[in-house]
């Protein structure tokens, strides 16, 4: 595996500046995701990364080597696509080996035969690798898609949504495939998504992307509990994150604060200090309810508990947990505020 440094890279398409001024440091053996909506840069670094886009400044070095100008085959790495790119007319197993049959690589015909064994147990696929790509399903082609990227041990793996095509199931039992096979392997992965739930679940650290720049790079817990910035906070939060004025809910803010914060599992329903207000519309999800409340004419949204028997139109006293609230000023930065019984 490697180590991956992308310096000060900024790349351009006309006049629309796709990668700006981009640093990012991957240590060896290290699982980062990228995280961010369409046009924000996420698969644009990954392919500077690959070599199939060349900066228009900067540096990206791979494993201490610089390999600006080096093409994609020279770089050592492997790309999985949001889209499968399997060969549809070869079987499972043909798939998995035809990346070891480059001239470059020199592999025997047993060591292909074992290697191709051993991924296709390690993504449990190996009782379909007499099946051609066509006879597969959603998940088994993109698991084969992951496997073609394995199978070479490159130095680094370079992962653009894979999982985004997959149902909600799917994607679900692939994210604990690939944090397992990532943590048995040891591997070097940059990872990109507009997935939160993803980038939380399997992330080391996550770097949030805005327009090409990078926002903040944290792991999991920091980044969730210290945004940098209201952008961020938004990115990280399902339900969407509440932004409120200090007054509503009578927050002491600190000095600055033009906006205030609040996730709806940190809204509070029922508290007796609470201001009122009222249930427009409840969501029964399952595993979680989300209440959208009104409240002094704000709409806000509230993660309770699945076995409440909240329903529409009640009137309910609203508050927030201790702690909770997040505070940012006019230019939507975090404003670090004492902590209760700190």
Do not use: C
Request: charged share 25%; proline share 6%.
């Amino acid at each position: 595996m490697a180590d991956i440094r992308i310096d000060r890279v900024t790349k351009r398409f006309g006049d629309v500046t796709a990668v700006n001024a981009l640093d990012l440091a991957i240590k060896d053996g290290e699982f980062v995701v990228l995280l961010g909506p369409t046009g924000s840069g996420k698969t644009t670094t990954l392919r500077l990364v690959a070599g199939l886009e060349k900066p228009d400044e900067g540096r990206i070095v791979i494993d201490g080597t610089d390999v600006t100008k080096a093409q994609p085959a020279e770089r050592d790495v492997s790309f999985v696509f949001q889209q499968y790119s399997l060969y549809p007319h070869y079987t499972v197993y043909q798939n998995l080996a035809f990346p070891l049959k480059s001239p470059l690589l020199k592999w025997s015909k047993p060591e292909i035969d074992a290697r191709v064994h051993e991924v296709a147990g390690m993504l449990h696929i190996e009782h379909k690798l007499k099946n051609k790509a066509t006879e597969l399903s959603g998940g088994e082609m993109q698991r084969v898609a992951i496997g073609r990227a394995l199978v070479r041990r490159p130095a680094v793996y370079l992962m653009d949504e894979p999982l985004s095509s997959l149902d909600a199931k799917l994607r679900a039992e692939l994210r604990v495939e690939l944090k397992r096979i990532s943590v048995e392997l040891g591997a070097t992965i940059l990872y990109v998504t507009h997935d939160n739930v993803e980038a939380m679940t399997m992330a080391d650290r996550i770097g949030v992307l805005n327009h090409g720049r990078l926002e903040q790079i944290a792991t999991p817990r920091d980044i969730y509990q210290q945004p940098d910035t209201i952008y961020v906070a938004q990115r990280l939060s399902s339900p969407p994150l509440n932004l409120v004025d200090p007054s509503l809910f009578g927050i002491e803010a600190p000095a600055g604060t033009s906006t205030v914060g609040v996730r709806p599992e940190d809204i509070t329903i029922g508290q007796p200090s609470g201001v009122e207000g009222s249930t427009t519309l409840v969501e029964r999800l399952g595993a979680e309810t989300v209440a959208v409340l009104q409240v002094n004419g704000t709409q806000i949204q509230a993660l309770v508990d699945p076995q409440a028997t909240i329903g529409e139109g009640e009137t309910v006293r609203v508050g927030v947990a201790e702690n909770a609230p997040m505070f940012f000023d006019r230019d939507g930065r975090r404003i670090d505020a004492p902590r209760a019984g700190g």
